[in-house]
């Protein structure tokens, strides 16, 4: 994917109109003072060992095993990352969470979710827990977009652990990480008294979704564009029971897995939603510092304000008329055999949003922004 250029300068510059938002094209500086206690690059590399085409594992101390099963007292969740993503080419420490990053496999680990959202909710599409995206949320938008990009792309199924004083290190990694790669390469699972089997659902399932070290592919792993104190910061402030938060950030690492698989329609529409939930967030911090009715103008002023930005009228309008047309197929703007959007104001979106919920998580914003506006109106 082509580097995105700053700014509203050239209206025309793609053949179309640039969408009226703020600046798209920004560096590493970083001006969040962080301390870096709560996060560890891990750069030592972990063996990987393979006889006669099957792992062999690696003896440590450690003994746990996943449990059997999953229940409410579960104290953590490991999920495979697929090499249909792109990573940190190094595994990530975050306090009680981790991201374990090899040319062989990738995997997370994050405490279970414990927060009870309300008696009717219910959904058989969650696809992570709310501090799994914790954890995917600030990796993703801790990366510079000028020098790197990531996409987490979790397999659809996880396993579980009861270990409530677990320590996460070298050695419990490398444990986990044996144990998941047993996992993935077990046979199919025998019911008693029944003739059929329960496949592996690795094994079942289309095969990019296997690591190298399973015989799937390689990952691709970036080492650049990483802002250790900002991801830090992410992690930290991220609040698990804002669910309009959550959801945003879900429907933005969705919204990069489905590009990942071509499938840009469908990733513009969950960008839709994350953009909805952006503009909600917006009016709350309006109502909270005293604003009574906010307006989309007022969201998008403040947008501007905050992120300095030439941009005017109602929240992210230029993208109002494209999901219409996407996501109502016979519309007052017409009929149309396939959706009516540009690959380019998808990425100019996506990349925004991630500017965008940095900011509603910790409030940063980042200093090249503000280089280039004062060069603009210089």
């Known amino acids: 994917m082509r580097p995105l250029k700053a700014g509203l300068s050239d209206p025309q510059e793609n053949g179309h109109p640039n969408p009226t938002t703020f600046t798209h094209y920004w560096h590493s500086t970083s001006s969040v003072g962080y301390s870096l206690a709560s996060i560890n690059f891990v750069h030592e590399q972990f063996s990987l060992k393979r006889e006669h085409a099957h792992y062999t594992n690696i003896m440590t101390t450690l003994d746990f095993k996943f449990a059997e099963y999953k229940r409410s007292g579960n104290s953590h969740v490991v999920r495979l990352l697929t090499p249909?993503?792109?990573?940190?080419?190094?595994?990530?420490?975050?306090?009680?969470?981790?991201?374990?990053?090899?040319?062989?496999?990738?995997?997370?680990?994050?405490?279970?979710?414990?927060?009870?959202?309300?008696?009717?909710?219910?959904?058989?599409?969650?696809?992570?827990?709310?501090?799994?995206?914790?954890?995917?949320?600030?990796?993703?938008?801790?990366?510079?977009?000028?020098?790197?990009?990531?996409?987490?792309?979790?397999?659809?199924?996880?396993?579980?652990?009861?270990?409530?004083?677990?320590?996460?290190?070298?050695?419990?990694?490398?444990?986990?990480?044996?144990?998941?790669?047993?996992?993935?390469?077990?046979?199919?699972?025998?019911?008693?008294?029944?003739?059929?089997?329960?496949?592996?659902?690795?094994?079942?399932?289309?095969?990019?979704?296997?690591?190298?070290?399973?015989?799937?592919?390689?990952?691709?792993?970036?080492?650049?564009?990483?802002?250790?104190?900002?991801?830090?910061?992410?992690?930290?402030?991220?609040?698990?029971?804002?669910?309009?938060?959550?959801?945003?950030?879900?429907?933005?690492?969705?919204?990069?897995?489905?590009?990942?698989?071509?499938?840009?329609?469908?990733?513009?529409?969950?960008?839709?939603?994350?953009?909805?939930?952006?503009?909600?967030?917006?009016?709350?911090?309006?109502?909270?510092?005293?604003?009574?009715?906010?307006s989309s103008e007022d969201a998008m002023k403040f947008i501007s304000n905050t992120f300095y930005s030439d941009a005017e009228g109602k929240y992210f309008e230029y993208y109002y008329e494209q999901r219409i047309r996407t996501v109502h197929p016979d519309s007052r703007y017409g009929i149309f055999p396939h959706a009516p959007l540009y690959v380019d104001d998808y990425y100019h979106l996506f990349n925004d949003l991630l500017e965008l919920y940095a900011y509603f998580i910790c409030g940063y914003v980042n200093p090249k922004l503000r280089e280039n506006y004062e060069q603009r109106v210089s």
Not at 218 to 240: C, D, N, P, Q, T
Not at 257 to 270: H, T, V, Y
Not at 272 to 277: N, P, R, V
């Open 84 to 294: 249909l993503g792109t990573y940190p080419s190094e595994t990530v420490l975050l306090n009680d969470s981790a991201i374990f990053i090899s040319n062989e496999i990738c995997f997370s680990i994050a405490p279970r979710s414990t927060d009870n959202i309300s008696d009717e909710y219910y959904s058989e599409v969650e696809w992570a827990e709310i501090t799994e995206l914790r954890l995917f949320g600030a990796v993703m938008l801790s990366i510079d977009r000028d020098y790197g990009y990531c996409s987490i792309f979790p397999f659809r199924s996880a396993h579980y652990l009861d270990l409530a004083n677990l320590e996460l290190n070298s050695e419990t990694l490398e444990h986990i990480k044996n144990l998941l790669i047993d996992e993935i390469n077990a046979p199919e699972r025998e019911i008693p008294g029944c003739e059929h089997k329960i496949p592996n659902s690795y094994r079942s399932s289309y095969f990019p979704y296997l690591p190298k070290v399973c015989g799937g592919e390689e990952y691709i792993l970036h080492k650049e564009g990483v802002r250790k104190e900002l991801m830090a910061k992410i992690y930290s402030k991220f609040h698990l029971k804002n669910y309009l938060l959550v959801r945003g950030v879900a429907t933005l690492i969705r919204s990069a897995m489905l590009a990942r698989s071509d499938f840009i329609e469908e990733a513009a529409i969950s960008a839709f939603i994350s953009l909805d939930a952006s503009f909600n967030m917006v009016l709350r911090i309006l109502r909270n510092s005293g604003a009574i009715n906010p």
